[in-house]
T-cell receptor, first 113, second 115 residues
Framework: SQKIEQNSEALNIQEGKTATLTCNYT??????LQWYRQDPGRGPVFLLL?????KEKRKERLKVTFDTTLKQSLFHITASQPADSATYLC????????????FGRGTSLIVHP | DTEVTQTPKHLVMGMTNKKSLKCEQH?????MYWYKQKAKKPPELMFV???????INESVPSRFSPECPNSSLLNLHLHALQPEDSALYLC??????????????FGPGTRLTVL
């Protein structure tokens, strides 16, 4: 069956360090992969999209990689700040379908001052 | 206006009540969605409307009834819910449902508690 795995344990890092979050998937052939940020009790907010033929995408302090051989995406936040503390969700969009994203459960990031 | 609004923010209802959740967007998006999210879980797709027509129903029980009165509005009518239906209900919109990017714009959600 199709699975999207994100680390269920919170990631705790110090301010200024780089946070790296992982999204692994099985039995999927995603054409696109999205990353969202979700704050407690709020709806997710879209951050970045990467296509299957792209290896890396950057936006300000954010960087996403996509390895279709490893079936993995890495999400990096450089120079992290306490305001980056939130849950980060990856979402996969399969080709040949309706392109409705299927979400992972997310990983909580806590940046300590 | 790049916002999706949802009302109410919180809703407490009994199992025999009838209530409605409302969602509105003015971005000209042609696809609108309802998701259900439980604590520490991913958003789960319930319904998709594309060009005001129901295009996806993810086998949701009939006690949830969606309605799309026009291209800007989406309602979710609730009747005879169960306590396990308590969750955060999220509305989202996107430019078009069947396109590759399909960036979802989410509303703040309605926190529903069923007693």
């Amino acid at each position: 069956s199709q699975k999207i795995e994100q680390n269920s344990e919170a990631l705790n890092i110090q301010e200024g360090k780089t946070a790296t979050l992982t999204c692994n998937y099985t039995n999927y052939s995603p054409a696109y992969l999205q990353w969202y940020r979700q704050d407690p009790g709020r709806g997710p907010v879209f951050l970045l999209l990467i296509r299957e033929n792209e290896k890396e995408k950057r936006k300000e302090r954010l960087k996403v990689t996509f390895d279709t051989t490893l079936k993995q995406s890495l999400f990096h936040i450089t120079a992290s700040q306490p305001a980056d503390s939130a849950t980060y969700l990856c979402a996969l969009l399969a080709s040949g379908g309706s392109y409705i994203p299927t979400f992972g459960r997310g990983t909580s990031l806590i940046v300590h001052p | 206006d790049t916002e999706v609004t949802q009302t109410p923010k919180h809703l407490v209802m009994g199992m025999t009540n009838k209530k409605s959740l409302k969602c509105e967007q003015h971005m000209g998006h042609r696809a609108m969605y309802w998701y259900k999210q439980k604590a520490k879980k991913p958003p789960e797709l319930m319904f998709v409307y594309s060009y005001e027509k129901l295009s996806i129903n993810e086998s949701v029980p009939s006690r949830f009834s969606p309605e799309c009165p026009n291209s800007s509005l989406l309602n979710l009518h609730l009747h005879a819910l169960q306590p396990e239906d308590s969750a955060l209900y999220l509305c989202a919109s996107s430019q078009e449902g069947a396109s590759g990017n399909n960036e979802q714009f989410f509303g703040p959600g309605t926190r529903l508690t069923v007693l």
